[in-house]
């Protein structure tokens, strides 16, 4: 077994022995660091792997850098700021064919590690989650609002979304293959990088499997790196930017059922259905207006996520993020055009009645409806040409 020295200074490793990288995350962590790496090590050198434990050091400013070298960790300086980049720096660092990680805070069941190592190597996975969900959670481990709602609905989200099986979507403590993990293509710096790491690996057909374990308290007054309405909303919105096909398609639809239905107003005029409910009337016709609006922002935000997504939009989608420039200004021109004849028309119409009793809203909301969500797409579209040039 390889057994690396408690030295003074980071230790040479030799890496055609290393089956595992221990990965830990770490910014002032000195209460809790050694406590970590010594559960971590007699773990591991139980299940006899042959490891080395890499401290990814985010800008500590207390003892957690000496720590580390004194117990025989190697230390890796990051630079870039955030849980992602501190992740990425340590995992890029490793030096195993699986790299593992888990928060230093004390609160991961880090006796697990040998189980989650064996269970990938074993099952052949491209990743292992240690789930806190199916195991035991301490009673004030994980605030409720994590437990009952962010963890489980997040969770829920990408099995639905990418086709998966979680339990623990949030679980930061995993065990990876590191070639796997160089072609995913991870670029999160935040927290968010724990839902980038499992859409990506889902995305890319990875196995992944799942262990039981669970979650302790943290060591009293310590503060916690996690905000949760701020990472959680960075959780949200990284999943559904890699969906951009669930816009896509959402949009389109609201965009053309409304419109349809607001031509069949206006060429039918309010109906009675049965006697009894009333439809295509001035409400009505409001309410079609917001959808059709809310339907163009839906296709136009898939729009944007294609362009920095790998996934590939319908054709008709394709052929409108390309079209020209010169094709965009005409139609925008002329939607502005009829745009002022609609308002000189109105305008006349009013002064005709003596600027008083001007009942023109069933039609008017028709024409509202077709201009807004053209002038919306056209401008929109022309947006994204700048964003691709900006892009080049």
């Known amino acids: 077994?390889?057994?690396?020295?408690?030295?003074?200074?980071?230790?040479?490793?030799?890496?055609?022995?290393?089956?595992?990288?221990?990965?830990?995350?770490?910014?002032?962590?000195?209460?809790?660091?050694?406590?970590?790496?010594?559960?971590?090590?007699?773990?591991?050198?139980?299940?006899?792997?042959?490891y080395e434990i890499v401290v990814a050091d985010n800008g500590s400013t207390d003892r957690s850098k000496e720590i580390a070298l004194s117990m025989g960790c190697r230390v890796v300086?990051?630079?870039?700021?955030?849980?992602?980049?501190?992740?990425?720096?340590?995992?890029?660092?490793?030096?195993g064919e699986y790299v593992m990680f888990a928060d230093s805070?004390?609160?991961?069941?880090?006796?697990?590690?040998?189980?989650?190592?064996e269970t990938a190597k074993d099952r052949q996975a491209d990743m292992s989650i240690a789930?806190?969900?199916t195991g035991r959670i301490e009673?004030?481990?994980?605030?409720?609002?994590?437990?009952?709602?962010?963890?489980?609905?997040?969770?829920?989200?990408?099995?639905?979304?990418?086709?998966?099986?979680?339990?623990?979507?949030?679980?930061?403590?995993?065990?990876?293959?590191k070639d796997a993990f160089k072609e995913w293509g991870i670029r999160s710096n935040g927290m968010e990088f724990?839902?980038?790491l499992l859409i990506k690996a889902l995305k890319a057909k990875a196995i992944i499997v799942e262990i039981s374990s669970g979650l302790r308290c943290g060591p009293p007054g310590r503060v916690a790196h996690l905000r949760t309405?701020?990472?959680?909303?960075?959780?949200?919105?990284?999943?559904f930017s890699e969906k951009p096909r669930l816009f896509e398609l959402t949009g389109a639809i609201a965009l053309l059922a409304s419109t349809l239905m607001q031509m069949a107003a206006f060429i039918t005029g309010p109906v009675s259905v049965m006697g009894k409910f009333h439809i295509f009337d001035v409400h009505s016709q409001a309410i079609l207006l917001l959808a059709g609006i809310l339907g163009t922002q839906l296709f136009l935000f898939s729009c944007m996520l294609y362009l920095q997504s790998d996934d590939k939009a319908l054709n008709l989608t394709r052929k409108l993020?390309?079209?020209?420039?010169?094709?965009?200004?005409?139609?925008?021109?002329?939607?502005?055009?009829?745009?002022?004849?609609?308002?000189?028309?109105?305008?006349?119409?009013?002064?005709?009645?003596?600027?008083?009793n001007l009942n023109l809203a069933n039609d008017l909301l028709f024409w509202v409806h077709t201009l807004a969500v053209g002038i919306l797409s056209a401008f929109g579209l022309l947006g994204l040409h700048v964003l691709k040039k900006a892009e080049k």
């Open 139 to 177: 009673p004030g481990a994980m605030p409720p609002l994590h437990r009952w709602l962010g963890t489980p609905v997040l969770t829920q989200l990408i099995n639905l979304l990418f086709n998966g099986q979680l339990s623990d979507c949030n679980s930061g403590f995993r065990c990876i293959r």
């Open 131 to 133: 789930s806190r969900m």
């Open 229 to 239: 309405w701020r990472d959680g909303m960075r959780h949200l919105l990284f999943i």
């Open 321 to 356: 993020i390309n079209l020209d420039e010169g094709i965009l200004f005409f139609l925008l021109l002329s939607l502005m055009s009829v745009m002022g004849l609609v308002v000189v028309f109105v305008a006349l119409k009013w002064s005709m009645q003596g600027f008083s």
């Open 1 to 50: 077994m390889f057994e690396l020295p408690c030295l003074d200074k980071s230790p040479t490793v030799d890496s055609r022995k290393l089956d595992l990288s221990f990965v830990f995350p770490c910014l002032n962590e000195e209460k809790t660091l050694s406590d970590c790496i010594r559960q971590v090590s007699e773990s591991l050198k139980k299940g006899g792997v042959n």
């Open 77 to 95: 300086e990051v630079k870039e700021r955030g849980y992602g980049a501190a992740l990425r720096g340590g995992i890029e660092a490793g030096m």
């Open 105 to 117: 805070d004390s609160t991961y069941l880090y006796s697990d590690a040998a189980e989650l190592y």
């Open 194 to 196: 724990a839902s980038e």
